[in-house]
């Protein structure tokens, strides 16, 4: 395979695991803000997903049409929902030939959901959990429909590797993000708001209560999230899947290429394997996840570098 076009399919991937993770993150913030939990703000989402100074963050952090107009639909934020979704496309539409019908048609379809003006007037004006749903659908209808018509050659390892790289990143921001707002109350309740909405965030709420049975401790959340690998949006789950991706690409790799990755993946993924991080210090909590962040983006790097011929 060409390295244009595994780097194109690998971006693919990335922008629509970011867009996923993006608007469920907004959806759960917006619950939050109705449920005026203590603490809550727009601050942090403006920072991690917009292009605002502090100034312009200031003024619109309590209006919440204006934030979700700027983080889901803004074009003039290329790191919107809009935008992702774009790319998104703009990247399918480049490699056609190595992706299926059925993958460029959901992904066409998506952008052309996310232009709709009915949308639009949901999300700034009307019931925003709706129009971000009907977004969120489509982004479901996407992996489903990547996991159910794509080959299983370097094409659907390079979608898989992008998608996997994605979410690691993505799971670390969002723990990070969201534990300042827990850990006020570590030492007063252990029925925080925060920590099920930092759970609903990440897709986790549903299985943290089957398998805890509704032991809602720091603790717990913290060990299912960072270390559980039957959840799908844990952070050992995400790596050792992107591991497991790359391992295919070996027999069609240069062997010092594919060395210089291995060695990053693996490094990273058995730090985050063999750490052990509990509720009471979020100060080295916050200090860990920003370096697995700066090495997840090493990786990033490496593969761009030695398999996409990017310098």
Same mark, same amino acid.
């Given at each position: 395979?060409?390295?244009?076009?595994?780097?194109?399919?690998?971006?693919?991937?990335?922008?629509?695991?970011?867009?996923?993770?993006?608007?469920?993150?907004?959806?759960?913030?917006?619950?939050?803000?109705?449920?005026?939990?203590?603490?809550?703000?727009?601050?942090?989402?403006?920072?991690?997903?917009?292009?605002?100074?502090?100034?312009?963050?200031?003024?619109?952090?309590?209006?919440?049409?204006?934030?979700?107009?700027?983080?889901?639909?803004?074009?003039?934020?290329?790191?919107?929902?809009?935008?992702?979704?774009?790319?998104? +496309?703009?990247?399918?539409?480049?490699?056609?030939?190595?992706?299926?019908?059925?993958?460029?048609?959901?992904?066409?379809?998506?952008?052309?959901?996310?232009?709709?003006?009915?949308?639009?007037?949901?999300?700034?004006?009307?019931?925003?959990?709706?129009?971000?749903?009907?977004?969120?659908?489509?982004?479901?209808?996407?992996?489903?429909?990547?996991?159910?018509?794509?080959?299983?050659?370097?094409?659907?390892?390079?979608?898989?590797?992008?998608?996997?790289?994605?979410?690691?990143?993505?799971?670390?921001?969002?723990?990070?993000?969201?534990?300042?707002?827990?850990?006020?109350?570590?030492?007063?309740?252990?029925?925080?708001?925060?920590?099920?909405?930092?759970?609903?965030?990440?897709?986790?709420?549903?299985?943290?209560?089957?398998?805890?049975?509704?032991?809602?401790?720091?603790?717990?959340?913290?060990?299912?999230?960072?270390?559980?690998?039957?959840?799908?949006?844990?952070?050992?789950?995400?790596?050792?899947?992107?591991? +497991?991706?790359?391992?295919?690409?070996?027999?069609?790799?240069?062997?010092?290429?594919?060395?210089?990755?291995?060695?990053?993946?693996?490094?990273?993924?058995?730090?985050?394997?063999?750490?052990?991080?509990?509720?009471?210090?979020?100060?080295?909590?916050?200090?860990?996840?920003?370096?697995?962040?700066?090495?997840?983006?090493?990786?990033?790097?490496?593969?761009?570098?030695?398999?996409?011929?990017?310098?």
């Amino acid at each position: 395979m060409l390295s244009r076009v595994a780097d194109t399919i690998y971006w693919l991937a990335r922008y629509m695991e970011r867009t996923q993770s993006m608007l469920q993150v907004i959806r759960t913030n917006y619950i939050a803000s109705q449920d005026e939990i203590r603490y809550f703000s727009w601050r942090p989402l403006l920072y991690a997903y917009g292009e605002l100074t502090s100034t312009e963050v200031n003024e619109i952090e309590r209006d919440t049409p204006r934030v979700l107009e700027h983080l889901v639909l803004d074009k003039l934020n290329n790191a919107s929902t809009y935008n992702n979704i774009l790319q998104g +496309r703009e990247n399918a539409r480049a490699v056609q030939d190595h992706i299926t019908k059925e993958v460029w048609q959901c992904l066409n379809d998506y952008y052309h959901y996310v232009r709709d003006d009915e949308v639009a007037q949901q999300v700034k004006l009307g019931d925003p959990v709706s129009g971000i749903d009907f977004l969120m659908r489509n982004s479901l209808l996407f992996t489903g429909t990547v996991k159910n018509t794509m080959p299983r050659d370097e094409s659907y390892a390079y979608i898989n590797i992008g998608k996997f790289l994605e979410r690691a990143i993505q799971t670390a921001d969002i723990i990070r993000i969201k534990w300042s707002g827990v850990s006020y109350d570590i030492q007063q309740s252990i029925e925080t708001p925060e920590l099920r909405y930092l759970l609903y965030s990440l897709f986790g709420y549903e299985l943290f209560v089957k398998t805890y049975k509704g032991n809602f401790s720091p603790n717990n959340v913290l060990q299912m999230l960072l270390y559980n690998t039957y959840f799908p949006h844990s952070l050992l789950y995400s790596l050792n899947q992107m591991s +497991r991706y790359f391992e295919r690409l070996k027999e069609d790799s240069l062997p010092e290429s594919y060395e210089q990755v291995e060695f990053l993946i693996g490094k990273v993924k058995n730090e985050v394997k063999y750490s052990h991080f509990t509720a009471d210090d979020p100060e080295q909590l916050n200090n860990f996840l920003l370096q697995v962040r700066d090495e997840l983006y090493g990786v990033a790097t490496a593969f761009s570098k030695y398999y996409f011929g990017n310098s």
